[in-house]
């Protein structure tokens, strides 16, 4: 294994753990229900998807049909999330995340961004000024990622 391989290895654990813990502990912060995966995968292909059918999630998160349709009534059922009749064919529905789902991303966003204040007062100047530094370049790695992801 070569040292590139040790330091991907390394960022993608890190990557993980930081996802992870952020969300866990930002759930528990705002006092928000903690979402099964499958819903908060759908709810987050929505919202940089909007207007998407249940077929175009599906597709997108290489999941089956099926399961997306169970996983969307759900988060409609929370109000999450709002179907609405699509206007060129009155046989399916467009998703859109609700207003709800919207105040929730914000409390949650706030509550990480709180989160990542605090852990990096605790590192040490230089630290903290390379993870500032490298978020573009991580947000555009995010970016691909999630590309590729949905092919």
């Known amino acids: 294994m070569t040292d590139v391989d040790v330091q991907l290895d390394q960022l993608a654990e890190a990557a993980h753990t930081l996802s992870r813990t952020l969300r ?8 928000l229900e903690q979402l099964p995966t499958s819903e908060l995968d759908v709810l987050r292909f929505v919202v940089t998807h909007p207007a998407a059918s249940v077929s175009e999630v599906a597709r997108g998160l290489r999941l089956q049909t099926s399961n997306v349709s169970t996983t969307v009534r759900a988060l409609v059922e929370r109000g999450l999330l709002v179907r609405q009749p699509d206007p060129r064919d009155h046989r399916r529905s467009l998703l859109r995340s609700s207003p709800l789902a919207d105040e929730h991303r914000r ?12 852990a990096l007062a605790e590192l040490e100047d230089g630290d903290a000024a390379a993870i500032r530094a490298a978020v573009p370049a991580l947000t ?3 970016e691909s990622l999630r590309r590729r992801a949905e092919g």
């Open 24 to 31: 866990r502990t930002g759930e528990l912060e705002v006092g």
């Open 140 to 142: 555009r790695l995010a």
């Open 107 to 118: 409390l949650l966003g706030r509550a990480w961004s709180r989160s990542i204040a605090g």
